[in-house]
């Protein structure tokens, strides 16, 4: 079962691009809304939540569109820093956290 | 430490043979979480546990699998009888529980069957 999709990528960009990812989701009972950053062979680290409202973080800013079931993650001035693989996490209550396979970014100078 | 530990941090087994992979959350977290990520793939659910509550275990790929914790403390996942696609990553999270919690991960353990 797919409940979490994402383009896999890779995103290949230079410094100073803006890149864009999106995710859908396919439970209309998901209730919490994340991305996680995973560099390679690393463990996942929570990037940021997901409000409703949309939320920004510096450089990055997470929108959420309910009822489309579709979350969205915008890297402004993309850094060398940033490659990693960005994965989309869904949470109903009671329920454990569905990843999406995630989607590689690669910036380059 | 303060974080979520994992042991062993790598582990290579014949096929057939069984193995046991532990994991000490974090302390006060009540949800745990076992996951499995293959060479280049995705996070793939195993089992979850929440407090007393029994748990999710709608992940396991089969009956080798299986998962124990003690209160809301140590967790134990148990592979029988190994084989060659067991291979992987095996990731352990813990969270405080409720729905928006950030989920903690350890590092890790590196299953190898040969």
């Known amino acids: 079962r797919k409940e979490v999709e994402q383009d896999p990528g890779p995103f290949n960009v230079p410094e100073g691009a803006t890149v864009a990812f999106n995710c859908t989701y396919s439970?209309?009972?998901?209730?919490?809304f994340f991305w996680y950053r995973q560099d390679c062979r690393k463990e996942p680290k929570l990037l940021m939540s997901?409000?409703?409202s949309g939320n920004e973080d510096g450089r990055f800013t997470a929108q959420l569109n309910r009822a489309s079931q579709y979350i969205s993650l915008l890297i402004r001035d993309s850094k060398l820093s940033d490659s990693a693989t960005y994965l989309c996490v869904v949470n109903q209550a009671g329920t454990a956290l569905i990843f999406g396979k995630g989607t590689t970014l690669s910036v380059s100078s | 430490g303060a974080g979520v530990s994992q042991s062993p941090s790598n582990k290579v087994t014949e096929k057939g043979k069984d193995v046991e992979l532990r994991c000490d959350p974090i302390?006060?977290?009540?949800?745990l979480y076992w996951y499995r990520q293959r060479l280049g793939q995705g996070l793939e659910f195993l089992i979850y546990f929440q407090g007393n509550s029994a748990p999710d275990k709608s992940g396991l790929p089969s009956d080798r699998f299986s998962a124990e914790r003690t209160g809301e403390s140590v967790s134990t996942l148990t592979i029988q009888r190994t084989q060659q696609e067991d291979s992987a990553v095996y990731l352990c999270a813990s969270s405080l529980g409720h729905q928006a919690a950030e989920a903690f991960f350890g590092q890790g353990t590196r299953l190898t069957v040969v």
């Open positions: 302390s006060g977290h009540t949800a």
């Open positions: 439970n209309s009972a998901s209730q919490s």
């Open positions: 997901v409000y409703s």
